[in-house]
């Protein structure tokens, strides 16, 4: 776990950096300088070709992550001399398994760039009423699909090799530095809204580029294909194709669940509602963030103790990584939720925003349910057993496209944020007790319990502070509440120890500290 945890805490920061220049993008430059409407299009923009990808790249995320410690050699990487100069033996290392990852992700683009020009006639009919700036643009999300679709498999690559700082920078700073400055130069009208849109997919272009510029500059991948290899291994070739397979057709339900929710307040109440929905998201989504850093590089090693049945270990990670992620992520949720009146009032325009105060909570845990159960849905993934998530992703798009159809038309932006929250913990319930099935190990401990227990007393003890303890000044209330309650909340995690690997980051650190003093 030394060196999860040492990337992970990088990433984290990373990705906090990121979250700053997200905060300055949407709390003084979205809502400031641009309406709802606008809002809701770059959004919706962003989801469908967050769709789009999630179909195109066959499960190559997933197959790079399963699939790279079965083509890497386990002698690690091997150097051939080639005219006087070295160059990485790809054929010994990793048997051409860079290149497999870049054609499979292309010739799915291809088929499904053809399936959503064809599909253009009935979805523009759909948004067309309530939301037709988004179909005079229906057709950007194809250059911006590509660029996300070779940003994450370069991203993927590197993570597999145990580089994820780099990556996470570019996903989480440069692309937000690019957002911010699309972002301004259409609020202060130096470009129109074509020009906006066309620099939004500048930015994921320049984000591919920054990705395979790092993963070439690191001398361990090659464009060289190993046809021997594949060709002697053909029962490996059926898994990959098998599981590619299998990872289509999941995508289909699990990629479509998350965006579900916006394609339905477009349609049904447009974009500027789909606006206010997203910035509630953008609060929201913070909850989640210390998943994308500590899975993406405690995945691969997951895959790893799978592929040589190391139960111990995966049981160890499992618990381990779900239990950080519950602690990190509920204090997140809860610090969120006990400054959520003082955010909405700083916030310009908050009054409008405010509308989804509710929102926020719920999809707050939401992202919390998420970023709890996706490592166990990795355990369960990486396994033999993968095909019963299939079965779990059908099931989770079902009830959302029931609940959504259902919720929104009653009780708008918040029947969508219940549909969220119900569909997943269903996802997540079925998975967690798969899993437990399955493996015949626990995927949750007392370890859990305790953190659930502290985060409901936050919680708890935070609306009784309102009701008994009311201060007027929303600043005075919100500073004295997050002061008091986190920080109790915080001597409460250390003492009792709720995550050892946090106190021995913690203790590390002041050791550190105290020796350079």
């Not at 920054?210 to 291994?233: H, T």
């Not at 239990?323 to 955010?343: F, K």
Request: glycine fraction near 6%; include cysteine.
């Amino acid at each position: 776990m030394g060196i999860i945890a040492k990337q992970s805490i990088q990433g984290t920061i990373v990705t906090y950096l990121g979250v700053a220049v997200g905060f300055v993008t949407t709390f003084f430059v979205l809502t400031r300088f641009l309406t709802a409407e606008e809002i809701g299009l770059a959004r919706v923009l962003v989801d469908a070709a967050t769709l789009f990808i999630g179909l195109a790249q066959l499960g190559t995320s997933s197959s790079i992550i399963r699939f790279y410690p079965h083509f890497k050699s386990s002698g690690g990487q091997e150097f051939r001399s080639s005219g006087g100069t070295s160059e990485p033996a790809q054929s010994a290392s990793e048997h051409g398994f860079f290149f497999w990852t870049i054609l499979i992700p292309l010739v799915g683009f291809a088929l499904f760039a053809a399936l959503y020009c064809a599909c253009y006639t009935p979805l523009s009919q759909w948004f067309g009423e309530k939301s037709p700036l988004f179909v005079e643009y229906y057709y950007m999300v194809l250059p911006m699909a590509f660029f996300m679709l070779y940003q994450t498999v370069f991203e993927t690559n590197a993570n597999v090799r145990m580089h994820i700082v780099v990556p996470r920078a570019v996903r989480e700073l440069i692309t937000r530095i690019g957002l911010l400055a699309a972002y301004l130069l259409y609020s202060f009208r130096v470009v129109d809204i074509d020009g906006f849109v066309i620099a939004l997919c500048a930015v994921y272009a320049v984000a591919m580029l920054c990705n395979i510029i790092y993963l070439f500059s690191l001398g361990e991948v090659s464009l060289r294909p190993d046809w021997q290899y594949i060709k002697g291994n053909p029962k490996l070739v059926k898994q990959y194709l098998l599981y590619t397979g299998f990872l289509l057709v999941s995508a289909v339900t699990s990629v479509l669940a998350p965006t579900l929710s916006s394609f339905f307040i477009t349609a049904e109440m447009g974009l500027s509602y789909t606006g206010i929905f997203a910035i509630a998201t953008y609060i929201a989504v913070m909850v989640s963030i210390p998943y994308r850093s500590v899975t993406a590089i405690a995945a691969p090693q997951l895959a790893n103790a799978i592929k040589h049945n190391n139960q111990n270990e995966i049981t160890h990670l499992m618990q381990q990584v779900s239990s950080n992620l519950l602690l990190i992520g509920g204090m997140i949720l809860c610090a969120i939720w006990l400054n959520i009146d003082l955010i909405f009032h700083i916030l310009p325009n908050g009054a409008t925003y405010a509308e989804a105060r509710s929102v926020v909570l719920m999809l707050g845990v939401s992202q919390l349910i998420i970023a709890t159960g996706s490592f166990t849905l990795n355990t369960l993934n990486y396994s033999r057993f993968y095909a019963f998530s299939l079965l779990f992703s059908f099931i989770l798009t079902a009830s959302s496209i029931l609940l959504n159809n259902t919720l929104i038309p009653t009780l708008g932006m918040n029947g969508a944020a219940v549909s969220n929250l119900l569909s997943y913990a269903l996802y997540f319930i079925l998975i967690i007790i798969t899993v437990r099935l399955t493996s015949k190990a626990p995927t949750f401990t007392s370890q859990h319990l305790k953190i659930l227990l502290l985060l409901l007393l936050i919680l708890s003890t935070n609306t009784l502070w309102l009701k008994y303890l009311p201060i007027n000044n929303i600043w005075i209330s919100s500073i004295l509440r997050t002061v008091v309650l986190m920080g109790g909340a915080c001597a409460i995690a250390w003492f009792k120890n709720l995550s050892p690997e946090i106190n021995q980051q913690v203790r590390a650190l002041g050791e550190r500290l105290k020796a350079k003093g």
